[in-house]
């Protein structure tokens, strides 16, 4: 009934779906306050950058999600 090579999948749907919810409890904005969801925010120190998909942070922690999956994956 339930197949394994699924499972990240749906942690990956299930947590997509939990985390505006958690935000939301409390009471956090869950898009910004400008009410626009952008694509690339290369704005200022505004507090606007990590409520949008994607910033200057973004190349950064993809080569970190590889370079740790590379590493965690060659492991014993």
Same mark, same amino acid.
Not at 14 to 23: A, G, K, R
Not at 48 to 55: E, I, N, S, T, V
Not at 68 to 76: D, I, L, M, N, Q
């Given at each position: 009934?339930?197949?394994? %090579?699924?499972?990240?999948? @749906?942690?990956?749907?299930?947590?997509?779906?939990?985390? +505006?919810?958690? *935000?939301?409890?409390?009471?956090?904005?869950?898009?910004?306050?400008? %009410?626009?969801?952008?694509? @690339?925010?290369?704005?200022?120190?505004?507090?606007?950058? +990590?409520?949008? *998909?994607m910033d200057w942070y973004t190349p950064s922690h993809l080569n970190h999600g590889f370079l740790f999956y590379g590493v965690t994956?060659?492991?014993?």
């Amino acid at each position: 009934m339930f197949d394994r %090579r699924f499972l990240p999948y @749906w942690a990956t749907f299930i947590e997509f779906l939990c985390s +505006p919810v958690i *935000l939301w409890m409390m009471g956090r904005n869950v898009i910004c306050r400008c %009410r626009e969801i952008r694509v @690339w925010y290369s704005g200022d120190d505004s507090g606007q950058g +990590p409520q949008h *998909l994607m910033d200057w942070y973004t190349p950064s922690h993809l080569n970190h999600g590889f370079l740790f999956y590379g590493v965690t994956s060659s492991a014993p």
